[in-house]
């Protein structure tokens, strides 16, 4: 029981200075999009209703329009109606939370949150996430048609910064309709994300500076071009490579081979527990390509063996192989391994939650025009304060094993838990009026309309 109080007040402190910091963030980097002769709820009590909704696992925006009358946010601390949070996210646009989701990722680092245990710098990877809708989303969703049915594919580009402990997202970016005669939805998507990986990659840039000058890339999403580009800004890839480059893939091949061959691994893991029994992981690496056929800055070449010894002691053996621009002096191989592990960080972590756990794809909050983007948004700021909190702050201890992150299940009660404990005073948290901040954090007066 003294666990659990420690526990529970642990949450809620975080969770009373993360609110805070919201209330200003959204002051500062936001606007109201809505007509002010109609506005019945201040935009910022409407954004933190639906943060609060997101990290406490509400299902809609009825469930959201409860959570936040119980807490004391709309008018008169009254609650948000859904029909208001509908019409809000109808009108807001695919950018413009963007400002408020690096603003809180930026905070993080300002903390102490984004430092990077053994790579010695910072990595980021990029990864595309589709969805099947059955609205256009504002005209940016692919349309196909199927045998019984039409539907859209929303695709964003995500990305995520692997090298922090809490692998925090960093921002996503809507890929917009591809004009082609295609119909195949898989040959679509690997055009899109090629596509539209540069801009991302410039966005980025723009507003993370260094904290994005490294990029880990799956083997659908890059190109010899997007290779070199990126290596004449300046910026380290580590890239996966499969048969879809059968030329390089071919060579990569011959040459790894001879090198597993004529020498020992250059860097390798213990055996390590999983699901079906041990794994270990074991790294070669060559510098013999660097030039190859026109492929230049191509100073490493890498294959991981990945062995599975299950319960009767049974081997599997996977091969992956990489192509990299950073030289030997950069990444030391078992920084190589380590990176190569946890490129897998943005399925295994954030795309993962996003889909089991916020059920991004079992029922969209709201289908009005690109909400399905501002909510994914909002659901990138909640995943970064929620991850840090389950591995940093409230971990699961356990008596003959290191400790581990708290389940998804019950981080998500003991936030709502804490939301309900807090009452009308969790409003208060936005309201800064005492200590000399702007009168426009106080309540409006009575409007016709939401």
Partial sequence: MKNLNQTAERVEKYVRRRVTRWGRLIETTTYDPRDPRGIRHLFVD?????????????????????????????RRGAGISDGALTHLLGLIGERDLDALQVRTVKDMGRRGELRHPGLGQNWVTIDGKYSTLDHNCGGLAQKFEGDSRVYWRMGVLRAVLISAPARPAL??????????????????????????????????RGQYGDLASNFTLDAGL??????????????????????????????????????????????????????????????????????????????QVIVVEQTTRDHDGKDTIELRYFVTNTTTGMTSPMQLLRLVRQHWGIENDCNWTFDQQFGEDAGAWCTQNKAFLVLGVLRMIAYNLLQHLRKSHVLVQRQFAAPTPRPWRDLFELIYRCLLRLGRSFSQLLRPVARGEPQRYRQLGTASAD
Avoid: Y
């Fill in 46 to 74: 409407c954004i933190v209703s639906l943060l609060a909704g997101v990290i406490a696992h509400c299902k809609a925006l009825r469930d959201v329009e409860r959570l936040s009358g119980e807490v004391g946010l709309g």
């Fill in 171 to 204: 921002g996503q970016w809507p890929m917009e309709p591809v004009e082609s005669g295609e119909t195949d939805p898989e040959k679509l998507k690997h055009t899109g994300e090629i596509t539209n990986l540069p801009p991302f990659v410039r966005w980025l």
């Fill in 222 to 299: 890059w190109s010899k071009e997007v290779f070199l580009s990126m290596d004449a800004l300046g910026l380290g890839v580590l890239c996966g490579l499969k048969k879809n480059k059968p030329d390089l893939f071919a060579e990569v091949v011959r040459v790894l081979r001879i090198e597993q061959l004529g020498r020992s691994h250059r860097a390798q893991t213990d055996w390590e527990p999983c699901r079906t029994g041990q794994i270990r992981r074991r790294l070669w690496c060559s510098t013999k390509l660097d030039g190859w056929n026109g492929w230049t800055h191509l100073r």
